[in-house]
């Protein structure tokens, strides 16, 4: 019996060397490259930031205006940084579940080459003044088809993978991944077709709505399921526990299925559309807080007792972070999207940002550097070179963001909406009120870019394999237990 378990034993380990091997080129290619669209997203958000309170910063070069170089800075966080995270997450966790080798990385990897192209292409766009202006579909209008034509090209693999998976049972991880890859193709098709294709022809107020939807769904029904799929992955495996409930994980799972898809249109809140609509959406990003708690309680108390393997282990300690950040994005979110609150932050500087960037950075992005931090030993075969560089970036990304987007986007944002609503407050002092909030927006940014230098450096040596080789990776101070003798 004990020769049967070492044998399997060995039999899967080295179908995962296999499956990571196979993976190598794809993984790194959209870790690292979307790496490079993060730093370029960091230094556009600084000079957008810095313009919100200094107008004549860098006045006299049109490409930098405020309005170019703000849709540029989200549009590469979005598509460029957090899209292709989520595809090198996807690819990986989908092969290592099902149990499959990837026989089709050479086509990933042009595909990926072909979405960076594209990027590029629309971010100069954007600095050309060929944007749309319109959130979370910065790009010009040509640009959509073919994302969404590479998006079919890279995520087609990973549904193949789960059909011919080898075993019978399918991981909670499984179920997210899964819809996340048919919930992608449902709102970025739907939201650009009616919005950039169909709005000339329609209602321009039901497009503001139907934007406001979209960027919502893209969130709650793509990013926050492959965050989520990575946690329920990482969490037990650093661990070596089991997931807390099993029953648990899937209310989480049919609670955001279910709630996810209402969300958005009380960003329009008093637009001429139907109120049911505006409501219902309200409800359900207030809703959005139980499949967070669902989704907290099972990670945090799979993770209860093991403090100093979170303190160890950059991977748990990132996707902790991560989820702390889910329930904080769902309680923010919730205040923000009662109609109370709406009257003073729907119009206001900073309201909609800080919850975006709590939320893609404060929640998702920590999940992402989580996921990169344990997937990229694997494929590699090499060790993270310095636990240093690695609690630097933690803390001060954790620092930048709090900052961003807890005390300068949404506390500004009801300050500045106060004095909007208030008839006796003066337009300037209103402004004077907001200065000091975009100074702070400003700070933050220094913080996270400071700590995204020591993250992409970080990559850069492991992408050229110059990591020390370790048996036990993302553990850079692991003490084996003593074992008693054989």
Known sequence: MASDITSQQVEDKVLRASIDRSLRHPVMFFFTSGAAWLALSLILGMVASAKSHSPGFLGDCGIFNYGRVFSAHMATFIYGWAAQAAFG????????????????????????HAWNFVISLGSIGILLGGGTGKPWMYFPDWVWP???????????????????????????SQWYLMAALFWFPWVFLSGNVFVNSFADAGNGVMAAGINAWFRSAMFFLFFTPVAIASAYYIAPKVTGRPVYSYKLALLGFWALAIIGPWAGMQKVMGAPIPVFLQYAGAAASILFIIPAICVGVNVLRTTTGKSETVAHSPSLRFTVAGIIGLIATAVVGGILSHPDALKYTQFAFGGTYGYEILALYGFFSMCMFGAIYFIVPRVTNREWIAGGLIRSHFWMSLYGVVFIGLFCGILGAFMHGYSLEALDVPGE??????????VGITVGWIFVALANVFFCFHLLMMWLRLGRRSSHPTLLEHHEPTLPPA
């Open 429 to 438: 002092a209103s402004e004077d009120r907001l200065l000091a909030y975009t």
């Open 146 to 172: 073919l994302l969404i034509v590479c998006y079919f090209a890279i995520g087609i693999w990973s549904v193949i993978a789960f059909r011919v998976r080898r075993g019978g049972h399918v991981y909670i």
């Open 89 to 112: 997450t996807i690819i990986w966790l989908m092969a290592r579940l099902s149990r499959q080798e990837s026989k089709k990385s050479g086509v990933i990897l042009s595909i990926g």
